[in-house]
């Protein structure tokens, strides 16, 4: 199935964003984990949180009590609410689902992956 990632903009330091991700093509997605990482320029692509059948969330340090995920199964849409956003958060940011919603989510080797929408942070 597609993920489309949309959301991403300019912002200043201490603004807040919300990422959306629409998947297509998906049945029961209440089955499967989903997950939000980023890639910030001249960086590798890092995990930053994700949420999984039992709707149990996890996040990096680096984003903990700042970014929310959460789901709405009925539109397929998996969304992260971003707040107090830092010139350091400055990064394309991706979504990706699984099918292995059980499974610890942080490490799944992701299935399915959307093209990504870019977040400044920058005044």
């Known amino acids: 199935f597609q993920l489309q990632a949309s959301g991403g903009g300019l912002v200043p330091p201490g603004n807040s964003l919300r990422l959306s991700c629409a998947l297509s093509g998906v049945n029961n997605l209440d089955y499967h984990a989903l997950a939000w990482f980023r890639q910030a320029p001249g960086k590798e692509r890092d995990w930053v949180s994700c949420i999984n059948s039992a709707d149990s969330t996890l996040y990096s340090d680096s984003v903990k009590g700042r970014f929310t995920i959460s789901r709405d199964n009925a539109r397929n849409t998996v969304y992260l609410q971003m707040n107090d956003l830092r010139p350091e958060d400055t990064a394309v940011y991706y979504c990706?689902?699984?099918?292995?919603?059980?499974?610890?989510?942080?490490?799944?080797?992701?299935?399915?992956w959307g093209q990504g929408t870019l977040v400044t942070v920058s005044s």
């Open positions: 990706a689902a699984d099918r292995r919603g059980g499974s610890y989510c942080p490490i799944i080797p992701y299935e399915y």
